[in-house]
């Protein structure tokens, strides 16, 4: 094996590090997406009408029972032909954001259905607003186990951004695969786009676990 | 003098800060039952524990017919024991839990041929014909085939005897073995006791809040509190005069309760 | 029950896509599909067995009383799950040349996912044999059985039925990601629906049914799992 520093360190490293800003956009826009949406099909899988509430959770478990991949792919070739055009990066975020809120979704859930029965029975009782019940019993208690699921979320979306490669979005898998072919040298492109996701996943790791930290000390106690 | 079956010299066991084994002796004769009392917490399963093997100890040697157990002895010294020879010695101890701990996958017989099996080298048949003879004993000949999920507590410990008695050996160790019982399932296990304790020559050790059965079966009781034997006698000198305070306030302790 | 209801539902579709497949002009892309998903049911078959017997390993190293042994157990969880699968996968295929090792597309492919989803089950193995109570551990050690026949029969057996459901999901996870096997040049179902949406421009069609085939797999791989469960579990509720 020849490991060339030289070219590692003239072209490798600068041209990845010029397109981490793109992985990071891509993770946090798709994340916000997710939540926001996942909230949004929550709401339709908990309505007491079950027209509502079956297809909701149908939906929900196609998207998780099938490969991002294959969604963003349909995504990239559908959305042209219906006549929205968007750069491969937004299609890319729309896809991550997608596929997230249905896992979102099933978190929300899985939060909400933690809170005792007694609780709604108490708000009941107390004849409090839904509204109310919602935003001043229910959802401060279903966030224990929520908050520290969305990090992992956050983490793992990080972790998928170099699909988006595949839609020839410039991020770092994508750098890394333009270098390697470029320069016909893959050993360094690969290895150094590796360091960079661990390093990368590890300060993600430590962001969320601060995070999480600031959330519980704010919210929860 | 014969020699003693087990002896703790100066056996001490700390877990951090905290020192559970003091510096305990213990001569234990063949065939001799004696029975730990003591108040909760006190340290008294850890005397079993460590003779199991299942915690190491820090300082002291304990003995199994005259042999070191914990070390071995290399020239004139003792020297850290060897799994080989833990194993050799450790086959002469079986143990009944206070959780019975039998293997939950495993039928009643499986749990009984497991070990014999594997640790002893029988072959299926000859420990198929024990383990049936064995659960035939402890009064559970008809439930071979049930797991343990589908036995009583009472039932489940006396598996666990039958499993401890497949492996043939010299020494039985019962750590609170009807603590985690129903009351009316302690009966059936301490008279399984009770059968080995008369028409067997095992040497055993028994940890027990049951103070009425030490009396019945024990040829010698022990106290013991805040890591150390405080007082041994013949049980109707122990259970009905103690001479130590500690004991003392305990026994009364206990025996208002009941 | 549910779990059987959904599987034979999508048994249903899946007959009814073939049949759909042959009897309309579906079938000018069908057979190119299928050949993808052989590729992608084989990667994912191989990668499973990898998969399993790396997370068995690699699970049960990471609870050894050896430290070093468990340092290379943690060493390989936290460099497949820290680095992203891509990686892995062109490291395989592209950079492994250097080494003089050069591996085939499947074996690549293989590797790869086997032994990325395998640092995944290893921590799932991990916590299924911590939670086996520590009683269980301690009744063989009182029966004299060795520590390594003691893990296969006593630990491993109940630690099965703990690890079994989430690695249901971590397999279903599985086959999702062979969809990028395409990284290493072979054409799985997923390229190949690129392939000939590329040449017909039938995007909803094609990638319906490729989504629907994936979806068959995932909910038969849960339905499986399931039956397992439920097997492994059969004597663990009182009845007779």
Redesign the interface.
Known sequence: MNWDWQFTFEVVVPRLLAVVPVTIQATVLSFLLALVLGLALMLLRISPLRVISIPAGEIIEFIRGTPLLVQLFFLFFLLPEIGIVLPPLTTGIVGLGIYNAALCAEVYRAGILNVPAGQWEAAKALNLSACRTYRDIIIPQSLPPIVPALGNYFIGIFKETPLLSFLAVAELMHASKLIGSEYYRFTEAVTVAGVFFLVMSLAAAALVRFAEGRIRGRILH | MTQPKIKFDRVTKRYGPLTVLNQICLDIDPGELVTIIGPSGSGKTTVLRVL???ESIDDGVIYIDGEPFNKMRAGGALAPASNAHI?RL??R???V?Q?F?????MSALDNCI??PI??LGLARGEAVNRADELLDMVGLAGLRSR?P??LSGGQQQRVAIA??LA?QPEILLFDEPTSALDPEMVGEVLQVIRDLASAHSYTMLLVTHQMGFAREVSDRVCFFDAGQFVEQGPPQELLGSPKNERARQFLSKVLEAR | MTGRLMAIAALIAFLLGIVVATFSETRIFMPALLRGAAVTLQVAGLSFLLMVAAALTAGAAKTSPFPPVRWMAGAYIEIFRGTSLLVQLFWFYFVMPEFGVTLPAMAAGVLGIGLNFGAYGAEIVRGAIQSVPKGQREAATALNIKPLHRLVRIVMPQAMIIMVPPMGNLTIEMVKATSVVSAVTLVDITYASVQQNQIHYRTVEIFMVTLVLYYCLSQLIRFSMGVLEARATRHLCTGH
């Open positions: 199991m093997t299942l194993r450790r086959a101890i079986g143990m839990f959780n701990n039998l293997f939950p996958h497991e070990a594997h640790s797991y999920s589908q499993r401890a492996m």
